[in-house]
């Protein structure tokens, strides 16, 4: 890639995530908190520079003034300019092919509708009052009726990430037992946590997947990350989201219908990573057959 156009990509994808950074940087600095926008960088452990950072993505050479990309880990210097050496996928051994999997199996499972975003309830559910996670939020119905949704909606969460955060009394209540190690084969393309982790494994692959296409599953998961808060008991009017009533039918029916539009939109990224991420191994694989 000549230098016209990696730093016409570098500018761009700066660019394009900086609204999605500075905010966070200065409420950080004055201690303020927002459920929806700090929940991608508060849960998914990976720092703002691994965000703004450009990467052109493995097997690509930059050509011209590169020596920037000396200084960061995994480059190396290439006759014909600089590029992501073999050395920084021996160190992602291990979890390129377990994200493989989960993506290869989330994908070709059947989509369940059926949970209806009830983990954000699950998180709330008999708790008291001093162990809410949003604190400066208030909850929009009161413990018992919250209580009674979830009794007479049921629990039906496939993803253990969401099932973990569950109170104790709500976790008898779920139908499954997801596991870490079960996760492969309990992730499922209709689970908005299933399909707002792609952010996580865009993540687990970086710098070896370009950066325009983690930035794309960043963009996503924060959509899917809305959504997850609209449905929650949680009031969040006062940022400018309207609430989906869950403890209603028609509630319920709203957000199955843009549960399915994530999924619609989650394909094509699942597809994406997954098919990148099977290139980046093989090209590993082979690298160290030829050595």
Not at 47 to 75: C, H, M, Q
Not at 194 to 204: C, E, H, I, P, Q
Not at 246 to 273: C, F, I, K
Request: charged share 25%; with cysteine.
């Amino acid at each position: 890639m000549d230098e016209k156009q990696w730093r016409e990509r570098q500018h761009a994808h700066a660019a394009r995530v900086s609204p999605w950074v500075e905010p966070r940087l200065e409420r950080r600095y004055i201690g303020e908190k927002h459920p929806v926008d700090d929940f991608l960088f508060d849960y998914y452990p990976y720092s703002i520079g691994k965000l703004t950072t450009w990467s052109p993505g493995y097997g690509v050479i930059l050509e011209g003034d590169a020596e920037e990309f000396l200084t960061r880990k995994d480059y190396i210097r290439a006759d014909a300019g600089v590029t992501l050496g073999h050395e920084g996928l021996v160190k992602r051994a291990k979890r390129l092919p377990m994200a493989i999997e989960i993506l290869r199996n989330t994908q070709e499972q059947k989509p369940q509708f059926g949970c209806f975003g009830m983990h954000e309830w699950a998180m709330v559910y008999r708790i008291q009052s001093d162990e809410v996670r949003h604190e400066n939020y208030p909850l929009r119905l009161s413990p018992q009726h919250i209580e009674d949704v979830v009794n007479e909606v049921g629990l039906r969460c496939t993803h253990f990430d969401a099932f973990r955060f569950f109170t104790h009394d709500a976790i008898p209540l779920n139908v499954i037992k997801p596991t870490r190690a079960s996760q492969a084969n309990d992730d499922q393309p209709g689970c908005v946590h299933a399909s707002m982790d792609l952010y996580k494994y865009a993540m687990w692959a970086g710098p070896y997947i370009a950066s325009e296409l983690a930035a794309d599953c960043f963009e996503f998961a924060r959509t899917a990350r809305t959504l997850d808060m609209r449905a929650s008991p949680y009031d969040l009017a006062s940022l400018g989201y309207e609430p989906i009533a869950m403890e209603t039918v028609d509630g319920r029916a709203e957000y199955v219908r843009a549960q399915r539009s994530l999924m619609e939109a989650a394909a094509p990224l699942r597809d994406q990573l997954l098919a990148r991420f099977i290139e980046i191994c093989d090209a590993s694989n082979n690298e160290e057959v030829s050595n």
